[in-house]
Nanobody, 115 residues
Framework: QVQLVESGGGLVQAGGSLRLSCAAA????????MGWYRQAPGKQRDFVAT???????NYVDSVKGRFTISRDNAKNTVYLQMNSLKPEDTAVYFC?????????WGQGTQVTVSS
C-alpha cells in the first residue's frame, strides 16, 4: 500500500509560479515511479510528468521548459515546480506512485491560473 498526500495548489496569475508537493508513505515508495497527471473540468485525466527512482524525468510537450519534476527519496516526496503558468494549466493535479503493476493516486490539488 502507498498513501499519497498532495499540497501546494492555489490561485496564481498567468506567468506566475507554484510548487506542488506529494508526500508518500509505504514500504515500496523508494522503488516507485512517481509523477503527476492533471484533469481540467469536463476533460480526461492527462499525463504531465514522471520521474524514475533514479531521477530520469519525462514531460508532456506542453509543459517542457516550464515545469520541473524532482524527488527527494529520503523524504519520500516528489515535487512539481511550475513556472510561466498559463490559464490552460488550470486543473486538478494528481500525484501518482507506481511501485509495480498497481498505480496509487493522491486526492488531488487544485491549480487555477487567471489571465
Amino acid at each position: 500500500q502507498v498513501q499519497l498526500v498532495e499540497s501546494g495548489g492555489g490561485l496564481v496569475q498567468a506567468g506566475g509560479s507554484l510548487r506542488l508537493s506529494c508526500a508518500a508513505a509505504g514500504s515500496t515508495v523508494g522503488i516507485a515511479v512517481m509523477g503527476w497527471y492533471r484533469q481540467a473540468p469536463g476533460k480526461q485525466r492527462d499525463f504531465v510528468a514522471t520521474i524514475s527512482p533514479g531521477g530520469n524525468a519525462n514531460y508532456v510537450d506542453s509543459v517542457k521548459g516550464r515545469f520541473t519534476i524532482s524527488r527527494d527519496n529520503a523524504k519520500n516526496t516528489v515535487y512539481l515546480q511550475m513556472n510561466s503558468l498559463k490559464p490552460e494549466d488550470t486543473a486538478v493535479y494528481f500525484c501518482f506512485a507506481r511501485p509495480s503493476l498497481i498505480t496509487y493516486w493522491g486526492q488531488g490539488t487544485q491549480v487555477t491560473v487567471s489571465s
